[in-house]
């Protein structure tokens, strides 16, 4: 009887705190009118999919966005024959924010890194190589989301 009298009150409690959602498109403030993609790719467009996702349709805010998506893999380490044994992943995103008159509201740049080992198999460093990428896109997708949900309009 006492663990139940305990859940309703926890259940009462969680559900008055005031809790909401971060990425729900209901409770953004503005709405992406345009995306300009620079580079077209596979992970840029990854990307303008996140940060679509939390467009809220009836906010009187409209802002377009020019993304430049740039993706490059050095070399930091190499053996003795020469071949490279460690490299590194860097991943570039510019953002302008701009609003439905074409004034520059907000230039940003987005830049994640990852070092990696690379394996005698081509394959599984290439499969390794596209699951970095892919959540190195996912943390800049939230950067910008998180950039646009805290800007002063």
């Known amino acids: 009887m006492k663990s139940l009298i305990l859940i309703l009150i926890f259940s009462s409690l969680i559900i008055s705190c005031g ?3 971060i990425y729900s498109s209901k409770n953004s403030k503005y709405e992406i009118i345009e995306i300009t993609n620079k580079n077209k790719n596979k992970n840029s467009f ?8 939390v467009s809220n349709d009836g906010a009187i805010k409209k802002v377009k966005l020019e ?6 893999i050095s070399t930091i380490l190499k053996d003795s024959k020469g071949d490279p044994s460690k490299n590194k992943l860097i991943i570039n995103v510019g953002l302008t924010v701009k609003n439905e008159k074409n004034k520059v509201l907000v230039i940003k740049s987005f830049r994640e890194e990852f070092s990696y080992e690379v ?7 290439s499969q390794y190589v596209e699951s970095i990428s892919k959540n190195l896109i996912n943390k800049i997708s ?5 950039l646009l949900a805290t800007f002063e309009w």
């Open 119 to 125: 394996k005698g198999n081509k394959f599984n460093t």
């Open 67 to 72: 993304m430049d998506y740039k993706q490059t």
């Open 19 to 21: 809790f909401k959602p």
């Open 46 to 53: 990854a990307i303008e999919n996140t940060v679509m996702s």
């Open 142 to 146: 939230n950067d910008i989301i998180l």
